[in-house]
């Protein structure tokens, strides 16, 4: 396997905070990786520095070892095939679950030609791909105001799927979930991995331990443990700062 970004000895201070402090870390392409790690620990900033949206004071950022992040801004990285899925679902709530996929698609249609023009047989062949990958194949006729909170934040998923990103970032998925929800979601994104690399920052363990990936602990922006999650829930330090609380 080969690297897809790494992050080295990365520093960002606010107001002489160091949120982000000597920051190492490398995802491998086509891994599933999860976050943790108490509020305040840097997960957000890392995003932020990854997607160009924050610059590091200093470090290094690297996409598939050659193109350097920290020169970037949040198009450009949307251009190299980062996709960024905040917590909070942004859907077209008043149009259908696959107009909303339709609308996604790389293709430089225009949003009436979209909406209005029959779809080529290719187009309705990838909505029904991607609809089935983000599990909602059985709703693709429904408006997006209609679908539960998890549906909707699948719905999302599977609007960045349709712009074939190579790394999905994805914060907090599981908040506001059901428990099947999550434990949907979690295989949803196990399902995801392979084709795309994809790093997930959350909070719910369970899900957690149900996307049963490689686990990195943040703890005042540097990585305190990284391994299994049984691995770093074993670790005293871990436990002290986050699980234990
Ligand atoms: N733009 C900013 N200006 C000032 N301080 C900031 C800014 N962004 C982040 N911080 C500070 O940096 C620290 C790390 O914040 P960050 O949001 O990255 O943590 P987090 O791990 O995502 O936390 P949470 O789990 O609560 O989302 C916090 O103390 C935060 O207040």
């Known amino acids: 396997m080969s690297i897809q970004l790494s992050l080295n000895g990365v520093n960002r201070s606010f107001d002489g905070f160091k949120a982000i402090n000597n920051l190492s ?58 996709g960024r899925k905040f917590q909070k679902p942004t859907v077209f709530e008043t149009h259908t679950v696959a107009d909303n996929i339709a609308l996604s698609l790389k293709a430089d249609r225009g949003i009436w030609a979209t909406l209005f023009n029959r779809r080529t047989a290719a187009e309705e062949a990838r909505i029904t791909e991607l609809l089935e990958l983000v599990k909602l194949d059985g709703d693709r006729d429904r408006l997006a105001a209609d679908l539960s909170h998890g549906q909707k934040q699948w719905l999302e998923i599977g609007m960045l799927l349709a712009q074939d990103p190579e790394l999905l970032l994805v914060d907090e998925p599981a908040a506001g979930m059901t428990d099947a929800e999550t434990m949907r979601t979690a295989e949803l994104l196990r399902g995801i991995a392979g084709k795309h690399t994809v790093i997930v920052v959350e909070h719910d363990m ?14 005042q922006g540097h990585v305190l443990a990284e391994g299994s999650l049984d691995h770093v829930s074993a670790n005293p330090q871990v436990i002290e700062v986050y699980l234990g609380r």
């Open 206 to 219: 369970d899900f957690v331990r149900a996307l049963d990936c490689r686990v990195t602990v943040l703890h």
């Open 25 to 82: 870390l490398t995802v491998e392409k086509g891994e599933l990786r999860a976050i943790i790690g108490p509020n305040g620990a840097g997960k957000t900033t890392m995003m932020d520095i990854i997607t160009g949206k924050t610059r590091p004071d200093e470090g290094e950022v690297l996409w598939n070892q050659t193109v350097d992040l920290t020169r970037t801004d949040e198009a450009d990285s949307a251009n190299l095939g980062i």
